[in-house]
Structures are given as C-alpha cells and as structure tokens.
C-alpha cells in the first residue's frame, strides 16, 4: 500500500510539498517496510542504518552520478537514483527515520 502511494505521488503530485517533502519521508518507510518483508527480525538500528543509505544516495546526486553515467536520458534511472542533491531531502530521510526509530522503540520496549 505505501508503495502504491509513493508511485501515485511520483507520478501525478507536482506540488511543492507533498512530492518533494512527505515523498521522502515515506521513501525511507517503504524502504524500511521492504527490508522488514525479507527479514522480519527486529533490528533495532535498522532506521539509522536507512538514513546511512538515504544520504549515501543524496551524496551520489551531489556528484551528479546520473550524468557521469549517462544516465540523464532514462527516466527510470533518473527517478530512481535522483539527479538533484538537496539538504532537505536529508532533513526529511531524517524526519522518517526517526519515526521508524519511534516506532522501533514502541515496539520493542511495548513488551
């Protein structure tokens, strides 16, 4: 479900804060709820781990890796690696991180 609403908001929300600012909040979830579907154990640092990555991929659009790819012209690369670095991309894996770290939390320590 949050798949579909992430390509939904990828394909017809051109806004300028659903798409740019929740759509990086929920990457990280989906990712997240992915990761989970093939290993179900909890893992506590699983979010920070995420966020690592988030910014791994933000700092490859800071070296512009689409273009030394030559890449530009495919949109699926495009839309999946990015092609435009932006710290608030960063604030906002950071923002979704921390509610799976909440989340994390609550369920661990619920018991």
Not at 8 to 21: G, M, Q, S, T
């Amino acid at each position: 479900m949050l798949l579909f609403v992430e390509v939904l908001i990828a394909l017809f929300i051109h806004d300028n804060f659903v798409r740019p600012y929740l759509g990086d909040v929920l990457v990280v979830i989906v990712l997240y709820t992915a990761i989970r579907i093939i290993i179900p154990v909890k893992y506590a640092l699983l979010p920070l781990y995420l966020f690592i990555f988030a910014v791994g991929v933000e700092v490859l659009q800071y070296f512009k890796l689409v273009q030394v790819l030559g890449l530009q012209n495919n949109s699926f690369f495009r839309i999946i690696l990015g092609s435009t670095f932006d710290w608030k991309d960063i604030l906002c894996y950071g923002v979704g991180c921390a509610i799976l770290g909440v989340y994390e939390w609550r369920v661990r320590y619920r018991r």
